[in-house]
Every structure is written in structure tokens, then in C-alpha cells.
């Protein structure tokens, strides 16, 4: 059992015959995941590693069942790919690329959420893993094992770090939602779904500076999880006003600070380490506790 991502999951990639679609592709197939297809319009007929490539996520998903799609399309096609997808009613599309703006981005997500029918991870994101069942995305496949620990993380590095940090405990499923300021999948979602998975027992909540998705989750943790959660916050020695990297991770006054997450987290008892493998080291405790 995981969140979204199973060993029934058939995935296309839109853009595969691009470079970075190529080499991620490749890289999902040796750590196991069912890729059935590629999506290039004009490119049909055509193989990667002996992948067919369609016109369409419609023939696509006609000729292969596939049920989740990844997308390395280029900025100024994200858009339309991901509509796409949207408009053939594929349960997941995992949006890999960067540099979306943020109007397109609100766009094909508000056309996802009136169709009801696709869920968007990304865009800006490394993906989702379900250890050793499948992959949708660029996150490293061998750096952990399978386990029942639940990740999801505004950061790409920061989830790799915790899985490399807590690999001899193994995750149920990763899941790396982006830091745009405009996402699909949020940290309540994820949380959600792993509060409803069997097979997972704790989880581990990754944050960064800006915005106030982190306070909302908190606000939603202590209402409706009661799985133990640990959580860490990217940017507690950011000087206020200065953007960070992601384009969502921006502070305004005391809003959006590191300092006001971990307050507004705490308070609902979600433990706070101040560094990666300090958080890591709680779910450690956790997880030894059983």
C-alpha cells in the first residue's frame, strides 16, 4: 500500500524524446517503475529504449492504460501539456518542470480542479517514489528502502537528505510537492493521505520559509491527523525580505519566518528539529518507540 503511486501504476512521460525526459526515463525504468509510453505530438512511432511514443496523452493512454504521466515538457508548453493531460482524465500528473509562471500554473491548476478528475503533484518538483514499487520523477531510487514512514517536502534536496537520513526505517511513499508559489498537491493533502494509508506510521513534514502553507498544515494536524508527525523548516537564518531560492519562499515581517512554522507547528504537537538530521533523529525516536 502507498499514497498515489503503486505497483499499478502505468506511467507515460510528456516529453520523453527530449533530453531530460530521456535520461529520467531511463532512470525510472532501472529503479522498477511500469513506464508504458512517451508523449511527443508529432514524434509517434518513434522508441526510446524501445518505449513507443504517441502524439497524444489520449493515445497514450488508449493504447497503454496508463494512469499517471510525468512532465519535462519546456516551460512555455507546460501549460498546454498539462492540460492535456487534464482534458484525457489521467488520475496523476507529475509536473517536473521549473520556471512555470506562476499565471500558467494557476491556470491548468484551477482547469484540474474544475475537471475533478486529475491530481496535480509539481509543478517545480522531484516527484513521488513509492520505495522499490515505482517512480515518477528525478528522485534517486537506491538512497533508501521501503518502509512505513510517510515523507512530503516543499524541497528536493531536503527529501532526498531525509530519506538518505532514515533509510534503515525505509518510506511508504516521498513525495515532493515543489515550492512555487502556486502548487497542486499540498502538504495537506499528503498529509491526509497518509493518515489514511495502513501502511503508514509516521510522517515527516518538510517546510521552507514563505507563504503560510506550513501554518495551515499545522492548523489541519491538529484537527484531523493523529498519526505522530516531525517536521523541519528550510530557512531559519534567512534575513527577512530576502527571497530564497524558490520563488514561493519569500518572508514578509514576522509571516513566513522559520520561527513562526515551528511556533504555529509545536503548538499542535508536531516536533521541530532545527537541522535535517536533527528532525530525523526524532522520527528516529519515534519509530524505535514504536
Known amino acids: 500500500m502507498a499514497i498515489w503511486l503503486d505497483e499499478n501504476s502505468k506511467i507515460i512521460v510528456q516529453g520523453m524524446t527530449g533530453s531530460e525526459g530521456t535520461k529520467h526515463t531511463r532512470r525510472m525504468v532501472a529503479s522498477g517503475a511500469n513506464v508504458v509510453?512517451?508523449?511527443t505530438p508529432g514524434k509517434a512511432g518513434q522508441e526510446v529504449d524501445g518505449i513507443l511514443v504517441f502524439n497524444s496523452v489520449q493515445d497514450a493512454m488508449a493504447a497503454t492504460g496508463a494512469n499517471v504521466t510525468v512532465v519535462f515538457v519546456p516551460p512555455k508548453f507546460a501549460k498546454a501539456a498539462?492540460?492535456?493531460?487534464?482534458?484525457a482524465q489521467i488520475?496523476?500528473?507529475v509536473v517536473i518542470t521549473e520556471g512555470i509562471p506562476v499565471h500558467d500554473t494557476a491556470e491548468f491548476f484551477q482547469y484540474s480542479q474544475n475537471s475533478g478528475k486529475t491530481r496535480i503533484i509539481g509543478p517545480n518538483c522531484p516527484g513521488i517514489i513509492t520505495p522499490g514499487v515505482s517512480n515518477a520523477g528525478?528522485?534517486?531510487s537506491d538512497i533508501t528502502?521501503?518502509?512505513?514512514?510517510?515523507?512530503v517536502s516543499k524541497s528536493g534536496t531536503l527529501t532526498y537528505q531525509m530519506m538518505y537520513e532514515l533509510r534503515d526505517f525505509g518510506f511508504s511513499t516521498c513525495v515532493g510537492i515543489g515550492g512555487d508559489p502556486i502548487i497542486g498537491t499540498t502538504h495537506i493533502d499528503a498529509l491526509?493521505?497518509?493518515?489514511?494509508?495502513?501502511?503508514?506510521?509516521?510522517?515527516?513534514?518538510?517546510?521552507?520559509?514563505?507563504g503560510d502553507a506550513e501554518e495551515r498544515a499545522a492548523a489541519y494536524i491538529g484537527?484531523?491527523?493523529t498519526k505522530p508527525v516531525v517536521g523541519y523548516v528550510a530557512g531559519f537564518t534567512a534575513p527577512e525580505g530576502k527571497t530564497m531560492g524558490h520563488a514561493g519562499a519569500i518572508v514578509s515581517g514576522s509571516a513566513g519566518t522559520a520561527a513562526a512554522k515551528q511556533e504555529a507547528l509545536e503548538a499542535v504537537g508536531v516536533k521541530v528539529g532545527k537541522t535535517p538530521s536533527a528532525t530525523a533523529q526524532l522520527m528516529r525516536e519515534i519509530m524505535t518507540k514504536g
Not at 145 to 151: A, C, D, H, P
Not at 193 to 207: C, E, Y
Open 37 to 39: 509510453g512517451g508523449v
Open 82 to 87: 498539462v492540460i492535456e493531460a487534464v482534458d
Open 91 to 93: 488520475p496523476l500528473a
Open 138 to 140: 528525478i528522485i534517486p
Open 145 to 151: 528502502k521501503s518502509g512505513r514512514i510517510g515523507l
Open 192 to 210: 491526509q493521505a497518509f493518515q489514511d494509508d495502513p501502511n503508514t506510521d509516521a510522517i515527516v513534514m518538510i517546510g521552507e520559509i514563505g
Open 223 to 225: 484537527k484531523h491527523i
